[in-house]
Structure formats: C-alpha cells, structure tokens
C-alpha cells in the first residue's frame, strides 16, 4: 500500500486546513491511520490516529478541541481537520499506518508505511 498526503498550504492564525491522506494498492482495512508532524530540529510528534473500523480515535493534547479526524470508505482516505490554527502548528504533517496495539499508537516508529509529507505553515 502506498500513500499520499495532502491539502497542506499556508493560512493565518485562527484558520482552518483540511489534511487527507489516500491509500492506493489496498485499502485501510485492518490497519490504524496516524497523523504525526515534525518541525525543523524537532522530533516527529504525534497528532491523531484513528482505525479504519472507527473503534480507536486518539487526540494529541496540543490539538484537542481544534483537531478532528475522520475517515472516508468511498475514497479509501483519512481527513485531519485542522481547527484554530496557531503558528505552533506549524510543521510537515505526515500520515501513515499500523497494526500496532493501542498503547503503542502514539509511538512512531510503531508505524510502517509512511506518506510524503506535507506542509503546514500558519502565519501569525
């Protein structure tokens, strides 16, 4: 499977961005879809996960109330709907998957199949 993410730009602070992530060669079936982020000279961070069957939905701290992630079958994709945007949101947003057990989502390294990564730039 491979995937794609997109939707990143540049948007003033208190702005809304929508993120998706697309999965080609299989479907999401059996797998859990993360959001992290990484910011220059930082480590990757987590921000969301969520299974495709919807059992699992794991916020960061730093986003909840802002943040929303939701899935689509029909498009076989993952959506991070970004809410009230700060300049410390600012970063590469990646997505990517697992299999891993719940205690272990927040882990990157727990994932094994990443996407590109796309930018998010929030002005103040």
């Known amino acids: 499977v491979q995937l794609q993410a997109s939707g990143g730009g540049l948007v003033q602070a208190g702005g809304f961005l929508g993120l998706s992530c697309a999965a080609s060669g299989q479907t999401f079936s059996s797998y859990k879809v993360g959001w992290f982020r990484q910011s220059p000279g930082k480590e990757r961070e987590f921000v969301a996960t969520?299974?495709?069957?919807?059992?699992?939905?794991i916020l960061a701290d730093s986003v909840k109330g802002r943040f929303t992630i939701s899935r689509d079958y029909a498009r076989n994709s993952v959506f991070l709907h970004m809410n009230s945007l700060t300049p410390e949101d600012t970063a590469v947003y990646f997505c990517?998957?697992?299999?891993?057990?719940?205690?272990?989502?927040?882990?990157?390294?727990?994932?094994?199949?990443w996407g590109q990564g796309t930018q998010v730039t929030v002005s103040s």
């Open positions: 969520k299974s495709w069957n919807g059992g699992t939905e």
């Open positions: 990517a998957i697992t299999r891993t057990v719940y205690s272990s989502l927040k882990d990157p390294t727990k994932y094994g199949i």
